[in-house]
Structure formats: structure tokens, C-alpha cells
């Protein structure tokens, strides 16, 4: 893949990821804490997307996604374990928040996930800008 077209598909990403995040403030301003959660992670797993194309990984799934980010950029030194644990716990949250009828968040929980998924997306927009793949 050349680096024009990888370019490209992280461009893609990212505008996927910024739809997402603009998706989950609407929503939390809507009081519908679940669907954000939801669209929070939906917002990381497309800047984690982008940020494993900046390396010649695209990941087929979600479960996939965690695990080549852990061997190919956590394993590489480029990010921490922590990356690793929120995105697999953003992961989680979002599942219970879409299929357990029993699970809901209120409104500091909701808002403790927005400020976790916040921190993840600076730390890939960082990275992604510190390679000249976004300005």
C-alpha cells in the first residue's frame, strides 16, 4: 500500500471517528447515556482503526482491532498497556450498553466513558500527527 493511499484510508477513519464523536455529544446532551457510550467507543475504534492503517494493519472485527493493537503498537512501545485496557473495556461497555437490557448508565458514568474515550482519541490523533498521516 503506498503512502498516498493509506493517507487516504486513514483520512476515511478519521472522518468516520469525528462523526462518531460528534454523534455521542449529541447524545449525551439527549440524556440517552447508553446510545453514547456506544457511539464514544464506535468514535475510539475508528481513530484505533487509523492508527493501526499508519502501520500496515487493518483489523477484520472488533475483538481483532484489540488484538493487533496490542502486538503491532503497544508491543512496539508506540503506546501504553493502559490504551489496551480502556479499548477493551470502551469494548465491553459498549455491548452491555447495546444488548443488556439490564445495563445502563447514568450520567457520571456515561461521562467518566467520555472522558476516557477523549484521552484515547487525542493520544491517536498525537501519534498519527507526530507521522505526518493527519495535520
Not at 464523536?21 to 456506544?38: E, P
Not at 508491543?75 to 445495563?103: M, T
Amino acid at each position: 500500500m503506498t503512502d498516498e493511499h493509506k493517507k487516504i484510508q486513514i483520512a476515511a477513519e478519521i472522518k468516520r471517528g469525528e462523526e462518531s464523536l460528534r454523534a455521542a455529544d449529541g447524545l449525551l446532551w439527549l440524556q440517552l447515556y447508553n446510545d453514547a457510550v456506544s457511539r464514544f467507543y464506535y468514535a475510539v475504534f475508528h481513530f484505533a482503526s487509523a492508527t493501526l492503517l499508519s502501520v500496515d494493519i487493518s483489523a477484520k472485527s472488533h475483538r481483532a482491532l484489540i488484538t493487533l493493537f496490542s502486538e503491532h503498537l503497544v508491543l512496539a512501545g508506540k503506546f501504553s498497556p493502559r490504551h489496551v485496557s480502556q479499548l477493551r473495556s470502551l469494548q465491553g461497555l459498549r455491548e452491555s450498553a447495546d444488548y443488556d437490557r439490564s445495563f445502563s448508565f447514568d450520567e457520571d458514568g456515561a461521562n467518566d466513558q467520555a472522558a476516557i474515550a477523549r484521552r484515547l482519541i487525542d493520544d491517536f490523533r498525537a501519534y498519527l500527527k507526530s507521522g505526518g498521516w493527519i495535520s
